[in-house]
């Protein structure tokens, strides 16, 4: 299979690929990192650990900041994509359980943990082509920890969206799937 994982999940897809290496074609990690902080990455901010402990995921500012840059493109592309979704959270439901945001917060702190050698070690064991793609400008999982990841891959391409965060597939959408179709139709790769 070609397996994509966003954010936390892309931290998942790459350990379900080194756990079953025969299962994975292609391997696409969005907005993601490889698990533990990399070398010389700014920590997770107390703004964004504040707003991701928030119940129900945070109001619409949160959203934004946590998303898209703090440019002008970057909110009005953010307030594009709640206004497409808004319908969804129109009708009152959490996106995320309280437990569920509790439970990504333990795993976010536990990944915190994991020393960076032990990460390397297991990027380099990932030998399928590898697609990483994320926001220059993501507030959550710096675009350093993608660059750092590509560096201990064995077949990896880096695309990094400029004006752009955590949100970049949603800001980039036709872009990005157009960069995923071309990836995973590369025989070459």
């Known amino acids: 299979m070609d397996l994509l994982g966003w954010s936390l999940g892309g931290i998942v897809a790459q350990y379900a690929t080194r756990r079953s290496p025969a299962l994975v074609r292609k391997l696409?990690?969005?907005?993601?990192s490889p698990g533990s902080p990399v070398p010389g990455a700014e920590p997770m901010s107390d703004k964004v650990r504040q707003i991701m402990a928030k119940?129900?995921?945070g109001d619409d500012e949160d959203i934004l900041y946590l998303f898209f840059p703090e440019t002008e493109r970057g909110r009005a592309a953010g307030r594009k994509h709640l206004d497409a979704v808004a319908p969804r959270l129109a009708t009152g439901v959490s996106a995320i359980s309280d437990a569920a945001g509790k439970g990504q917060l333990v795993a976010v702190a536990k990944l915190q943990s994991i020393p960076f050698d032990?990460?390397?070690a297991d990027?380099?064991?990932i030998r399928q082509p590898v697609l990483y793609a994320n926001g220059a400008q993501d507030t959550m999982l710096p675009a350093l920890a993608s660059y750092v990841a590509v560096q201990h891959l064995d077949s990896a391409v880096l695309v990094l969206y400029s004006d752009a965060g955590h949100g970049f597939l949603f800001q980039h959408a036709n872009d990005f799937?157009?960069?995923v179709k071309n990836f995973l139709t590369n025989t070459q790769a």
């Open 28 to 32: 696409i990690v969005a907005g993601s």
């Open 55 to 57: 119940p129900g995921g």
């Open 118 to 120: 032990q990460t390397q």
């Open 123 to 125: 990027l380099e064991s």
């Open 177 to 179: 799937a157009t960069q």
